[in-house]
Structure formats: C-alpha cells, structure tokens
C-alpha cells in the first residue's frame, strides 16, 4: 500500500497527536532558514514510523550528528547534492530520499546519476523556497517518468487533490508514498490534525 509522510514537524504535542495517526514517515526539517527549522531536540516514535530528516546542502559532518542526536531512519535531501555525496549518505545505512523540483516540465535524464545513489527520488514544486512552497506541479510531467525506482510525490498537496491522487495512484507509475506538508498546517510546523485524519481516511478509501 502507498505510504503516507507529514513534514515540517516541529512541537512535541502536535508531533504525539499527529504520530498517534500512524503515518510512515514524519518529517523534521533541519535547514535554519526554514520556518519549520528544528532546533531543540526531538520525542521517539513508534518503530513503525520512520523519523526523516530533511536538509538543504548540508556537510556531512552535519548530517551525521543530526542522524545520531535524533535517531533518524531516513534523510530527505533537498538541495543541489551530488549522486556521489548520496551515496556516502548511503553509506551511513540509511534511507536516502533525494528531492527534485518541476515547474512546468523536467528533463528525466537528470535521475540517472542518482538511479543507484539513492533509495527513492522525491518530486516538488519548483519555488521560491527548495520546500513548503504550497502549490502542485503539473502531474502530467510525470507521464514521462522513464524509471522503475519508486518516488515520493509532494509539493502542495490538500484534501482537494484526493480524487486526483487516486486516479494517478492507478496507473503504472511507482509512487510509493504522498507527501504532505503546508497544506495541512496552521501555522509553520503545526499540523491540523483532524483535517490530516480525514485526508488519511479518504485516501485509502479504495
């Protein structure tokens, strides 16, 4: 079944609440300029869920402490990292999620380098910010998608978009999992949890 992840999470009763919803993956975002940025430190999750870690051109060095000091299971990569930098994040031994940003098209050739330096591609919209920028990009784009690597689909995504997500969810592409974020908030870093239940809910109605 298709995975759910919230990013952008931040405070510890909102973290337990939204937690307490049983997605896969919950989303910390460790890039300063962010207005979800976390700085303190994190609560431990039920082993079902995979605590993610999203940074924008970090050291190494970075990325390895935050991947100790918050017991991460996945690093989400969101900024001009190279194939070869994936894969010493991969060699940390853990999931690495490498995000791509389309506005109106994509030229799928850039995937290749990353096809055996990364565990999944990540597709966004294109905006001011490398995140969290609230709108979607033109799904159609990913009709071209040469790759059998599966990927998880984010940028803007609401309610609304339930239906649309369904009738993509059918075809051949390997979308592994929805990623959501701003849509659901009501304030940077806090989530609407019943609005998060409901599209849950309605999203795996099949």
Not at 20 to 38: K, N, T
Not at 41 to 54: D, R
Not at 85 to 105: A, M, P, R
Request: proline fraction near 5%.
């Amino acid at each position: 079944m298709m995975k759910l992840k919230i990013c952008g999470m931040r405070e510890p009763e909102n973290i337990e609440a939204i937690a307490a919803l049983a997605p896969d993956y919950l989303g910390f975002i460790f890039w300063a300029p962010s207005s979800r940025y976390v700085s303190q430190s994190t609560p431990s999750l039920a082993e079902e869920i995979k605590k993610t870690g999203v940074f924008v051109d970090a050291t190494l060095d970075y990325i390895e402490t935050i991947i100790k000091e918050h017991q991460l299971h996945a690093v989400q990569l969101h900024g001009n990292e190279t194939s070869a930098y994936c894969k010493q994040i991969q060699h940390l031994g853990i999931e690495v999620i490498k995000t791509f940003s389309i506005q109106n098209d994509f030229d799928f050739s850039e995937l290749k380098p990353y096809e055996k330096s990364c565990d999944f591609f990540l597709f966004d919209t294109k905006g001011e910010l490398p995140g969290g920028n609230g709108y979607c990009f033109d799904w159609y784009t990913l009709k071209a998608y040469p790759s059998e690597k599966p990927f998880f689909l984010s940028g803007g995504i609401g309610i609304e978009n339930v239906e649309e997500l369904k009738k993509l969810l059918k075809t051949n592409l390997p979308v592994y999992a929805i990623d959501v974020n701003s849509k659901f908030e009501s304030a940077p870093g806090i989530k609407k949890v019943n609005e998060l239940k409901q599209f849950k809910n309605e999203l795996y109605e099949f």
